[in-house]
């Protein structure tokens, strides 16, 4: 089961996802489960480096032809961090997923980046956005989730904003952050489990 966190926009909070998806996976009882980083940028296998979590395997896979590779051969649940702003990279391993995960923000969106990204998704596989950092019960968090309704996107999660969660590698995973997460793994693992 492979599932791919993705977005053309950076920043959005692609990494945070992936790290939360894998953790939530491994509490959940799933093994093994692999987390496959195809960004240069090293970011969430330079945090699973610093603060090491039970159960996870990372797998560094910082091109198109590592990473496709790397799906193709672990085992088990997958989740896979992409880099921002490579439509190459992006398409090729959304090909390879059971299900996509677009992280978001409400706020300042530009949608018109996440809906090349759900472009390049392959009809028929399940996709789902998160809004991440989202102020609850603000009017741009509702208008986001009204704006995707009307998409016929499904929202997935909405994570809150906090430090907790935005604290990375210097901190253990915060519990809220799991919890919420939790749920986005649900959603990406319907019709599979
Ligand atoms: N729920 C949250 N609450 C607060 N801050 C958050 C939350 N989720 C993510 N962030 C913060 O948002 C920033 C971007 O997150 P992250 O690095 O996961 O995004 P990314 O999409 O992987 O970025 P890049 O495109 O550079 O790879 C980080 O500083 C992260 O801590
Ligand atoms: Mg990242």
Do not use: F, H
């Not at 894998?22 to 699973?48: H, N």
């Amino acid at each position: 089961m492979n599932i791919i966190v993705t977005s053309l926009k950076g920043g959005v909070g692609k990494s945070t996802t992936s790290i939360y998806l894998a953790a939530a996976a491994v509490e959940r009882g799933y093994e093994p489960v692999t987390l496959i980083d195809a960004d240069p940028q090293a970011s969430s296998a330079e945090w699973l480096e610093l603060w090491p979590l039970d159960g996870i395997t990372v797998v560094e896979a910082p091109s198109e032809r590592t990473v496709t590779r790397a799906i193709g051969r672990v085992e088990g649940l997958v989740v896979v961090d992409t880099p921002p702003g490579n439509e190459r990279i992006t398409q090729s391993v959304v090909a390879l997923g059971d299900a996509v995960v677009i992280p978001t923000r409400a706020g300042g969106v530009e949608y018109s980046r996440v809906l090349a990204t759900l472009e390049l998704i392959p009809a028929t596989t399940p996709r789902g956005v998160v809004i991440c950092a989202a102020r609850l019960g603000t009017n741009d968090l509702e208008a986001a989730i009204a704006w995707w309704k009307e998409q016929k996107v499904e929202v997935w999660g909405v994570i809150p904003e906090r430090v907790g969660i935005a604290a990375g590698p210097e901190a253990r995973l915060s519990r809220e952050g799991l919890e919420n997460y939790d749920a986005v793994l649900l959603r990406a693992l319907r019709g599979w489990r």
